[in-house]
């Protein structure tokens, strides 16, 4: 049990947009003498008596549909003049535990969800409602995923209602439970576990109810996720995760529920993860979370972020395969992200892009310090030693130089998040700290860019494109010799970054007269 005392507020502050809002919807009530009472639901209100903005409005109606009401709004809002866009009508689906009809429309910039108070009523032997009718406040906050979620805010009277006598106790607490027995509440809507994973990660200071971990983590309903929940709504959840505050916590919360495989399913022909995979998931993850605040959040955009949290947390998958029904082999990666999610396909691509790095750029940390290797096993490592040995590099920086300007024009703007991910190795080491890893970043961070002025070289232009070698070394067309000498002509480029097309060109013309005599 919690003894957290956390400060919720005594009431709901508007601000200028939501007062414009509501105010219009209760205008337009009066104007079609609407009998009914609005109730703004769920994270709005928690978030707003803990003192968080939050623009995602829900707002529960007691006697009409969604789209009945939105309907109502568009008509007055265009009768007094005020701008107007379509409804967006979002269907239920039982069968996938989406309940009700969700009529959603944009006012004032905001969009606002409208959806009708419910009471469900059940068959014996389904959880799927056999029977949906208006409900009252009491019913319907019963039957959502957690107390402090259940808190209406009453847009008519300004108040706000807690009737399961207890979601503002709960909230001042710190407590993620739900209004009924956990075993019930799950049951209906397995997905309700998933959220409250990320509500207690989101909220600084909550934890998950005892009874609550318990039910989560029963065969009944981990067997009723696997089964009644789309994989779109599974991958939301867990984008929204990533997204917030903490995800590293909610993935430990995850894995101490047995979820984490139930999220993050394999491929049926994918060999079994080893015993703690879950764990070191997590670790990378929790290191990288760590690491980006002390290196610093404006080297990574959103998305960089976003994308390196998950490929972190699929770094010890990175080298586990499967083959699809045409036999071809793809990373596991593709699959989690493809069908056990049904995020983008892009989403897959950048992470798998990022491990390939990763996998590059660990040969080449050594190089980077004042005392540097010999770089021989790194050039074999890249799989590029022949296009060094062609320019006739000597020098380590030169060397160094080509290696990672390869490296570099492959991964683009992803580098720096290949380079985070090297940096997270052995994420377990105590003796490896926190400072440790953000000096290392920062050391090959400026050679790459001061020393080697290697940053968005894969923005610059050949010197030569494969009309000009095809001219110069008088080949009858293109091809795989072409595509070679591509390569080797910008391994000369990169070598020789002040080097003009005449003086590349000669190379080139000396280097292929040689390889004939």
């Known amino acids: 049990m919690s003894t957290t005392s956390l400060r919720v507020r005594d009431n709901i502050e508007l601000d200028e947009t939501e007062e414009r809002i509501f105010k219009l919807l209760l205008r337009m009530i009066e104007h079609c003498n609407l009998k009914t009472e609005l109730r703004v639901a769920g994270g709005w209100v928690r978030d707003k008596l803990l003192g968080q903005e939050c623009k995602d409005i829900d707002i529960a109606l007691e006697n009409m549909t969604g789209k009945d009401f939105a309907e109502n709004v568009q008509?007055?809002?265009?009768?007094?003049?005020?701008?107007?866009?379509g409804i967006a009508v979002i269907g239920s689906n039982p069968k996938q535990s989406k309940h009700l009809e969700t009529a959603r429309m944009r006012i004032f910039g905001l969009w606002i969800d409208f959806v009708n108070l419910r009471c469900e009523e059940y068959s014996d032997n389904s959880r799927i409602p056999s029977d949906q009718k208006f409900g009252t406040p009491e019913q319907d906050a019963m039957r959502r995923d957690l107390t402090i979620n259940s808190l209406f805010y009453n847009?008519?009277?300004?108040?706000?209602?807690?009737?399961?006598?207890?979601?503002?106790?709960?909230?001042?607490?710190?407590?993620?439970?739900?209004?009924?027995p956990p075993m019930e509440t799950l049951l209906e809507d397995p997905l309700r576990g998933l959220r409250a994973i990320r509500i207690c990660a989101k909220l600084d200071g909550f934890i998950l109810d005892e009874g609550l971990k318990e039910a989560a983590a029963s065969d009944e309903v981990r067997a009723a996720f696997a089964t009644k929940i789309s994989r779109e709504r599974i991958g939301a959840e867990i984008d929204l995760m990533i997204c917030?505050?903490?995800?590293?916590?909610?993935?430990?919360?995850?894995?101490?529920?047995?979820?984490?495989?139930?999220?993050?399913?394999?491929?049926?022909?994918?060999?079994?993860?080893?015993?703690?995979?879950?764990?070191?998931?997590?670790?990378?993850?929790?290191?990288?979370?760590?690491?980006?605040?002390?290196?610093?959040?404006?080297?990574?955009?959103?998305e960089q972020r976003r994308l390196s949290f998950y490929a972190a947390m699929f770094l010890p998958l990175r080298k586990n395969m499967y083959r699809d029904e045409k036999g071809k082999v793809f990373p596991v990666v593709n699959y989690i992200f493809r069908y056990s999610l049904k995020e983008k396909v892009s989403d897959a691509e950048s992470v798998m892009k990022i491990h390939y790095a990763f996998e590059k750029f660990l040969p080449l940390l050594p190089h980077f310090g004042s005392n540097g290797a010999d770089v021989q096993q790194a050039e074999d490592d890249l799989g590029i030693g022949e296009y060094v040995d062609d320019v006739s590099v000597t020098s380590k920086e030169s060397k160094l130089r080509v290696l990672t300007g390869f490296l570099l024009r492959e991964a683009k703007d992803f580098w720096r998040v290949a380079l985070l991910m090297c940096c997270a190795q052995d994420p377990l080491d105590k003796n490896f700290t926190l400072e440790d890893r953000r000096a290392l970043f920062r050391q090959v961070e400026r050679a790459i860019v001061d020393d080697l002025g290697l940053d968005k070289v894969w923005d610059v232009k050949p010197l030569l494109d494969g009309n000009a070698i095809i001219k110069h070394l008088q080949l009858k067309s293109g091809g795989p010799v072409v595509s070679k000498w591509q390569r080797k002509v910008l391994a000369w480029q990169l070598a020789h970054p002040s080097g003009t097309a005449g003086e590349c060109i000669e190379w080139m013309m000396e280097t292929h007269s040689s390889n004939y005599n």
């Open 75 to 85: 008509k007055y809002m265009t009768s007094v003049g005020e701008k107007t866009q």
């Open 155 to 180: 847009v008519n009277t300004k108040s706000v209602e807690d009737w399961t006598n207890r979601g503002i106790d709960d909230l001042k607490s710190g407590i993620i439970v739900t209004p009924l």
């Open 244 to 302: 917030g505050n903490h995800p590293a916590r909610a993935m430990k919360d995850m894995c101490y529920l047995k979820w984490f495989w139930d999220v993050f399913s394999l491929h049926p022909q994918c060999e079994p993860p080893s015993e703690g995979c879950d764990r070191a998931c997590v670790a990378y993850l929790d290191c990288v979370c760590s690491l980006v605040p002390v290196i610093g959040h404006s080297t990574f955009d959103d």
